[in-house]
């Protein structure tokens, strides 16, 4: 493992690059499968970015969050050879390191596209210095840089290369398991968010998300507690505080556990 674990200290980040989903042109499926995957880990994402093909901006938000403590951090997208794949250029910025020729990367471009591997595809092979190559069966190789990784936009090449990496980093994810306990009531949000407060205030284990909406029934209210530690007490506690609203308001569904995403 890096320097910066053990995982029950992660704060993950997770970045897509691409002018594409910034203006709405393409739904960002990379950022979605991405946040899931890392709750799939037991390590949920604390930050999701969708940044420019511009290499200040994703330069200044890299430096940003590795300021803030923030590791690991995944980029998707804007790694090719094509002019506005900054992401290499960007990620240097961030971590103020130089672009060098990786020999190593060169020659597996070399070795993939023969006489095609032209100046575009050459680029590929300036990558910060330090780095270091992530396997890609299907094409040119992502890159790492502690606690940086940098992968393809393909969801083909993404995901098989994200999943080794968390397995590389974390071991094997659990197959199911238990992550959190909801409840929905059929009352307003404002009617239950004082005991919320104080629940949430004094088990600070217990992570709490409200979820209102309008129903043709009137106003209901999803209250899910997650527990990320898999701590029994924790979970004692936070199933305690639901079976206690379950018992006090009108119920609309009733406490149920909910399962990790499992495989994706």
Not at 2 to 13: D, Q
Not at 107 to 120: D, K, M, P, S
């Amino acid at each position: 493992m890096p320097p910066w674990t053990p995982h029950s200290i992660w704060k993950p980040a997770v970045a897509t690059v691409g002018q594409e989903i910034l203006y709405g042109e393409r739904p960002n499926d990379n950022l979605l499968w991405l946040l899931r995957v890392f709750v799939r880990y037991g390590v949920p994402a604390a930050v999701g970015l969708i940044l420019p093909d511009d290499e200040a901006v994703i330069g200044k938000h890299l430096a940003t969050l590795l300021s803030l403590g923030y590791r690991p951090i995944f980029v998707s997208g804007g790694i090719g050879s094509t002019h506005d794949d900054r992401t290499r250029q960007g990620i240097a910025l961030g971590l103020g390191r130089p672009l060098v020729k990786h020999s190593e990367c060169f020659e597996r471009l070399a070795r993939r596209y023969g006489a095609r591997v032209n100046e575009q595809r050459q680029r590929m092979a300036w990558l910060p210095e330090g780095s270091q190559l992530i396997e890609n069966p299907r094409g040119a190789p992502g890159f790492f840089v502690d606690p940086v990784y940098a992968f393809p936009g393909f969801p083909e090449m993404l995901h098989p290369m994200a999943e080794e990496t968390l397995t590389r980093l974390l071991g094997n994810p659990p197959e199911k398991g238990s992550w959190a306990l909801e409840l929905t009531l059929k009352v307003p949000e404002g009617d239950i968010a004082a005991e919320v407060v104080r629940f949430a205030n004094a088990h600070p284990g217990v992570e709490i998300g409200l979820y209102p909406r309008i129903t043709p029934e009137g106003p209901m209210v999803t209250v899910r507690c997650r527990c990320w530690g898999h701590d029994p007490g924790v979970w004692s506690q936070a199933e305690g505080f639901l079976k206690n609203l379950e018992g006090s308001y009108p119920v609309a569904e009733a406490l149920r556990e909910l399962e990790g995403p499992g495989k994706i």
